[in-house]
């Protein structure tokens, strides 16, 4: 049977994936630092694809360049979804090792990216290794596109889906990321928040000052402080006007069936490890599950402003700045949000506050009862032992709107972290047996998918 034969692939042949995760991670593909690694790394993935029979191309929208590549001439299609595009990995002196090599602690995988999302490009490239030879059978055609741009907002993929949307369009896709809870079961997001990334800056004096003039000349971080405390209340709550109006009440109403069956428990033990005594606004329970995944929200990602360096420098600064994400849900036009946020500080004083945006999209989501969903669910209780937890997002963002609601293909999660893995943070990891049972996960659900007919 196909199922035999590729799990017994898999598992004699893991080794040589775990060979061609090493080979991305040295590719310092951070977009936000841009150079030739980008263009090199996606060269390099549609070599390797090539060689394995895929047609593979070189996409672009003014950005760093996207890999497309395609293999079968099944009459149901499946996308799959990753980018080689990885996070800054600073500060440099928390690493244990070298973020841009592959290290193997006992059973742990080491190295910027081996979690976020290279590790998962690995994998899934191993699992159609394993299930290429039996495609005809299986009746699938597998579309894939990896992109560069994500840790960045994807500011170009709007245009290369767009460019390419029939080719896109697919019966079902897999996504770039799952992460294994505590408990062992694996997290599936059924969609991810929207992304509206903005930078205020307010400026004081034409230059830098000494601070021997600071009862006279006015700092603009006194109004920046100000400014933050009428963005939001102790509880979370967004002062903005209209800030939580357009929500889709069909997914609300969804979503809240699903996180009904979540369990609490992780959370709690997320709080214990951040050192937490309680959440925003003393949350928990299913009031906790439904602020983190069924409401949109606002937070300062970051605060710049004076003398910041070792010792001390004595100024007035002349500007202070806030980087701010606000996570739309679906149903909202992160258009809209940016109006009524400009309209609402402009009132409140601060008309002359310049907002750069770096990152805009929507919010989008697949109902439960799709069919990848299903096959998905049905692989993760097979790979894993265990029923997997399903929620109708992430409380992170990703640019799956443009594939589920642009392209119309219902996507689902897979991947080969785990709570632990710290993704975006000094020593990014994963566990080897993750590794595997990620590899395992996805090939099984593409077999489970292939064999469910409407």
Known sequence: MVREKVLSYITTNYEKYIDLLGSLVEYPTVAAWGGDAMGRCAEYLASILRERGFKAWIAGGGGHPAVLAEIGSGTRSVLIYNHYDVQPPDPLKLWESDPFKLTRKGEFLFGRGVADNKGNIAARIAALDALVPYLEDLDLKIRLLIEGEEEIGSPTIGKIVENNRTWIRSEGGIWETGYIRRDGRLGISLGFKGMLYIEIILRGPSRDVHSGNAPLVPNPVWRMAKLLTILKDENGRIYVPGFYENIDQEFVRVGEEL??????????????????????????????????????????????????????????????????????????????????????????????????????????????????????????????????????????????????????????????????????????????QDFINGIRHVALTLIKFAAMRS
């Open 259 to 432: 996180i009904k069956k979540m369990d609490f428990t992780e959370l709690e033990e997320m709080a214990r490890d951040l050192g937490l005594r309680e959440f925003v606004g003393g949350v928990r329970g299913y009031d906790a599950l439904r602020k983190l995944y069924l409401e949109p929200s606002l937070n300062v990602s970051g605060l710049y402003s004076g003398y910041t360096g070792e010792g001390s420098k004595t100024i007035v600064p002349s500007i202070a700045g806030v980087k701010i994400d606000i996570r739309p849900i679906p149903g909202q036009d992160p258009v809209r949000i940016l109006e009524k946020f400009k309209k609402y500080i402009a009132e409140k004083g601060f008309g002359d506050a310049a907002i750069v945006v770096h990152s805009m999209y929507r919010s989008g989501y697949t109902p439960p009862n799709e069919r990848i969903v299903k096959a998905s669910v049905e692989a993760a209780i097979e790979a894993y032992g265990k029923e997997p937890s399903v929620a109708p997002l992430s409380g992170g963002s990703g640019p799956i709107y443009y594939f589920t609601e642009v392209a119309k293909t219902p996507m689902t999660g897979a991947g080969v972290g785990y709570y632990g893995s710290r993704a975006h943070a000094p020593n990014e990891n994963i566990r080897i």
